[in-house]
């Protein structure tokens, strides 16, 4: 029998899912082998030209080069890899300059992250430029750099390079190989989606096909600027990519008849992604059911659609529409982005949360008459990232994490002679890095301890002596996050998640009265409900961390949960409701479609009014027999939700 807990020692909620770590994925083998080569290779080289100390700070570039390294396509990797590259080379290079002027360099290091801060709110690749401009900043600092003031910039960045080389070695021969299998897989979660209609499964699934939908297009769309429409094989995967529109559509109304698919659907959908890894353009046998009404026909016509936009040999790089409208010109991107961090009160207020912890961190160890340590400044520096999850989830797994690092460090550094044997250890310690990190952040930051102390040992030659230091260093850092970064700024923990949640469900209430309106362009349609699957999926990520808080942050969140599943029913069935009467069903009166969007304003702004759920009116009539009937049922549930018990 399984073992329970006393009442009184069963541990909270929340606590357990820190502690918990994320489903294991398939290990990524070519980012192990990078990581191994690309830490380990300028050891050696440093230790046979006699500079060890060089070696190292190439081995540190490539671990920050390692931890960037999170792209599938070839031109997204430049991105993620050199850019904060050179980012990085500012930061040590500010960094190294005022080493060991004590004052001026507290205020470089913390207006530095002022600007860390600020411009980590501007997406994913700003924010490990960020990441890497404070953290090389606080190394440079912090730690003596061998040579004049330009060559550990050079070294480190010369590392990171190392890895993005080593990263676009296969491009010539895989070139679109990366964007083609995140369409494959795309349709393979549109299979799945299909298989779990009228089934329990099908929520998890249509998550699945949203995140998958947002990677896919992202990958596609982000090339594609670049070549500006004239790429068949990037006409050709976004076409894919459109195609499974009507899939997707089709897929809400099959769910709600309450009886499964045929098998052949999904099986006829796997076929396809088949095709579309191989780039197969020969004829495709779907097998398909005759329909029987309008639902089935409309599943039926969007399969057999997908099949032959997958099967086209040709496609007219001009005639193509984007679903989610291409990407501007970098340039304009980049002036966009640029005011918006000026003119954001939120990157205002993350960028002062970050310098104020930085600001003291370096002030202590700049005077307290303790062993000066970088430490501090870097556990804040990784612990207050927002958009890497939640901080104090970040602060208990990096302080269980930084105690397990230093439990491998203590057996290296006492029982591994200094010198040609740090090479063997580091091609064992490096690859664990890629392999370990997509388990969760404590596993990251244990996997990342020990190679840090090793390549600081190199540097200052302090051996076991920096093992009880730098527990109380990132003990230290934890603590000033927690307080000055979460405690004291109470938007960190105080749920307020009606906002954003008020925001989807008043999106929602102009996607149901432009989905039976002929002024609407079914491409803007499209676009209007990818557009909302995906701020929901982006709120379910956000309550997914908030629910890791302690209370009553993650007991306020638990109950905000069941009104975001609510609201992904209601565009469900708005959708259904779509291509029912595309198919045959007689369309809702006027009257109707007003009077669910009324009811939906009415939700939205009770829930942007409420810290907590509030009862609202629900009042929710119509002719037995309507297509909108099952959306009226969905925006009653959900008033009722937002309703205390």
Not at 27 to 34: H, K
Not at 173 to 187: C, F
Not at 365 to 370: D, E, L, R
Request: with cysteine; charged share 20%.
């Amino acid at each position: 029998m399984p073992r329970e807990f006393p009442v009184g020692l069963t541990p909270p909620d929340w606590l357990v899912r820190n502690l918990k770590s994320q489903p294991a994925a398939p290990v990524n083998r070519a980012a192990v082998a990078r990581a191994a080569i690309a830490m380990t290779l300028p050891l050696a080289v440093g230790l046979a030209a006699g500079r060890p100390d060089y070696g190292a700070l190439v081995s540190m570039g490539a671990l920050s080069g390692v931890i960037s390294d999170t792209a599938d396509a070839y031109r997204m990797r430049i991105l993620n890899i050199a850019v904060p590259q050179a980012f990085g080379a500012v930061g040590i290079t500010l960094g190294a300059l005022v080493y060991g002027h004590d004052w001026t360099a507290v205020a470089v290091v913390t207006a530095l992250a002022l600007v860390s801060g600020m411009i980590s709110t501007i997406g994913a690749v700003a924010s490990v430029s960020g990441l890497l401009l404070l953290l090389n900043a606080v190394v440079g600092a912090g730690l003596p750099m061998p040579g004049p003031w330009w060559l550990a910039p050079l070294l480190v960045t010369g590392g990171g390079l190392l890895v993005l080389v080593l990263a676009l070695l296969a491009w010539p021969l895989r070139s679109g190989v990366p964007e083609r299998a995140a369409v494959a897989d795309t349709y393979r979660t549109v299979a799945e989606l299909l298989a779990a209609c009228a089934t329990d499964r099908y929520d998890d699934a249509r998550h699945e096909v949203t995140q998958s939908l947002n990677q896919s297009y992202d990958l596609v769309l982000a090339r594609r600027t670049r070549h500006h429409g004239r790429s068949p094989d990037l006409t050709r995967l976004l076409a894919q990519l459109n195609s499974l529109t009507a899939v997707v559509e089709a897929a809400p109304a099959a769910h709600l008849r309450g009886r499964p698919l045929p098998a052949e659907v999904p099986e006829a959908v796997r076929h396809l992604a088949e095709a579309v890894r191989t780039g197969y353009t020969g004829p495709v046998a779907l097998g398909l059911p005759l329909p029987a009404d309008e639902t089935s026909r409309a599943v039926d016509h969007a399969l057999r659609h997908a099949a032959a936009v997958v099967t086209a040999p040709d496609l007219d790089p001009y005639g193509l529409e984007d679903r989610l409208g291409r990407p501007a010109a970098l340039r304009i991107r980049a002036g966009r982005a640029a005011r918006g961090v000026m003119l954001s009160a939120a990157s205002w207020r993350y960028g002062l949360r970050l310098a104020l912890c930085i600001g003291i961190a370096q002030v202590l160890v700049s005077t307290v008459p303790v062993a000066r340590s970088y430490w501090v400044a870097l556990t804040i520096t990784f612990v207050l990232k927002p958009d890497f999850g939640s901080v104090f989830s970040r602060a208990l797994l990096r302080a269980l994490g930084t105690v397990g690092g230093l439990v491998v460090a203590a057996a290296v550094l006492s029982q591994v002679p200094r010198g040609w044997w740090d090479v063997p250890v580091m091609l064992v310690l490096a690859p664990l890095i890629p392999a370990l990190t997509p388990r969760g952040y404590g596993y990251q930051t244990a996997a990342i301890t020990p190679v840090i102390l090793l390549l600081s040992d190199i540097l200052n030659h302090q051996g076991t002596g920096l093992l009880l230091p730098r527990l109380v260093d990132s003990l230290i850092g934890c603590a000033i996050a927690l307080v000055v970064g979460y405690l004291l700024w109470p938007e960190s923990w105080h749920t307020r998640v009606g906002d954003r949640l008020a925001d989807a469900v008043a999106d929602t209430a102009r996607y149901v009265e432009s989905a039976f309106g002929e002024t609407v362009e079914p491409a803007e349609r499209a676009r209007m409900r990818r557009r909302l699957y995906r701020d929901l999926s982006v709120i379910r990520t956000e309550f997914q961390r908030a629910l890791t808080e302690p209370p009553p942050t993650g007991r306020r969140a638990a109950a905000w949960w069941p009104l975001v599943v609510a609201v992904e029913r209601i565009v469900d069935a708005t959708t259904a409701a779509r291509v029912r009467v595309r198919h045959g069903a007689a369309p809702p009166s006027r009257a109707e479609i007003s009077q669910a969007a009324l009811q939906l304003r009415e939700l939205s702004e009770g829930v942007r009014e409420a810290e907590v759920l509030i009862a609202v009116r629900t009042d929710l009539t119509g002719p037995a027999g309507s297509v909108l009937e099952p959306l009226r049922q969905e925006v009653a549930a959900a008033r009722a939700i937002a309703s205390p018990r």
